[in-house]
């Protein structure tokens, strides 16, 4: 980060002043009185202006602040940021969280210091995607409240975090992609355009796709980022996914798989096992597909995938096994199936199998349907998952000789 603000920028000090303040719920008029007018102080906090020493020492007496300015303590921040930073765009995710546990127990001192803005970003980092809403929360609304101080270099970091978030979080595509494609607009950057890749499969458009996951993967290969070319290999056989051409993406998945048994990582074997776990089902192979699944110890990993647990129910479903079917459903909820489908949608899963396994007639159902669409409707980022159940959907319709129906399911 060579963005650092020092004390005699009018920015730092800005900064400094408008979120400590903020932090202390203390207005301006208040921080102002008997020191400057409350205009001078505004035009403080927006970094239009560096007040004399004498205003700085009073304004940060009364916020209770002690400025942390050291050049020692400023060169050991910016070390901890930029090996943060760069062990996260490496996916080093155990280093990055012992990284910034020892950087989070200086968070007073940072904010009080040239680095205030830096480590609000580090930390909007650090729990972007993450079930700790209140941290994320708080580092964005710190960020938020001094934005226009931000470099193009630190706004581009907010811009790419935020956008990260969105899409895995609350799904919005096209608000995700807006941040994201903001943070290309700064330099182009291997994770922006794999993220970009995943915006357009979910969006159904498998060349914009493949072009951007291409190009993330040029730049990966360009800077060195093993475990993101790895990660790569897997989006191409995604995009292949949605192209129904199940035996390249299996080849790009076993190259993925290779490098990943190379350096020994069990958590994404585990997930490209369940990857070619699917894909075989896809080409109706299902002894290949279950022992991909029978290789995995129900690891719980962060990446989107679709479970194991529903693989299974799949396969059965489709062999009309009900009762391995029946044992298989409860599983749905275990807490490697729960990472990555919502309890709801585990609850309509195990219901419509269940459904199945109690009634013969059960295409001729209407309760059959009711639950389909309840399923395509909740399923909005494991897209060929969705593909599945609209693929029974359309197969009620036409059995039921709603032709109409079946034609315009999307």
Same mark, same amino acid.
């Given at each position: ?248 993406? =299996? ?5 993925? *798989?290779?490098?990943?048994? +190379?350096?020994?990582? /069990? &958590?994404?074997? #585990? $997930? ?102 309840? =399923? ?5 980022? *494991?897209?060929?998952?969705? +593909?599945?159940?609209? /693929? &029974?959907?359309? #197969? $009620? ?14």
């Amino acid at each position: 980060m060579n963005d650092v603000l020092y004390k005699n920028n009018q920015k730092v000090i800005g900064s400094i002043v408008r979120l400590n303040r903020i932090k202390k719920n203390m207005s301006q008029k208040a921080l102002a009185k008997g020191i400057c007018v409350p205009s001078y102080l505004s035009r403080i906090e927006n970094g239009e202006l560096l007040p004399s020493d004498d205003v700085i020492s009073i304004l940060f007496e009364r916020l209770g602040l002690k400025f942390n300015d050291s050049a020692e303590f400023i060169e050991k921040g910016l070390k901890s940021f930029e090996r943060f930073l760069n062990d996260l765009n490496f996916n080093e995710f155990d280093y990055t969280n012992k990284i910034f546990r020892d950087i989070e127990k200086y968070e007073d001192d940072f904010i009080t210091s040239p680095l205030i803005l830096d480590y609000y970003l580090v930390k909007l980092a650090r729990y972007c995607s993450t079930p700790e809403r209140d941290k994320f929360e708080g580092a964005k609304e710190s960020i938020l409240s001094a934005f226009d101080l931000l470099s193009p270099k630190q706004e581009s970091l907010y811009n790419f975090y935020i956008g990260v978030d969105i899409l895995n979080i609350t799904g919005d595509i096209s608000e995700g992609k807006k941040y994201i494609e903001k943070a290309l607009n700064y330099k182009e950057n291997g994770h922006c355009y794999y993220w970009l890749s995943y915006v357009y499969r979910v969006e159904n458009n498998p060349i914009k796709a493949y072009d951007s996951i291409k190009k993330a993967l040029a730049l990966y290969v360009e800077e060195g980022n093993f475990i993101s070319i790895m990660e790569s290999y897997e989006k191409t056989a995604e995009v292949y996914f949605m192209l129904d051409n199940h035996a390249d993406a =299996i080849n790009y998945l076993k190259m993925s *798989l290779r490098m990943a048994e +190379k350096i020994k990582n /069990s &958590y994404y074997i #585990e $997930y490209i096992n369940s990857m070619l776990a699917w894909s075989y089902f896809k080409i109706q192979d299902y002894n290949t597909s279950f022992k991909y699944l029978k290789k995995n110890t129900g690891l719980i990993d962060h990446r989107m995938i679709i479970p194991d647990s529903v693989i299974e129910c799949l396969i059965y479903f489709t062999l009309e096994d009900r009762e391995n079917l029946k044992n298989s459903i409860n599983k749905l909820d275990t807490p490697q199936s729960l990472e990555h489908i919502s309890k709801d949608l585990s609850n309509i899963l195990f219901k419509l199998f269940n459904f199945y396994i109690e009634n013969e007639n059960y295409i001729k159902s209407p309760v059959w349907e009711g639950l389909l669409i309840y =399923i395509v409707d909740d399923i909005t980022q *494991l897209v060929e998952l969705r +593909k599945v159940f609209i /693929s &029974y959907l359309k #197969e $009620y319709y036409i059995h039921n000789r709603r032709y109409k129906d079946a034609l315009f399911l999307k």
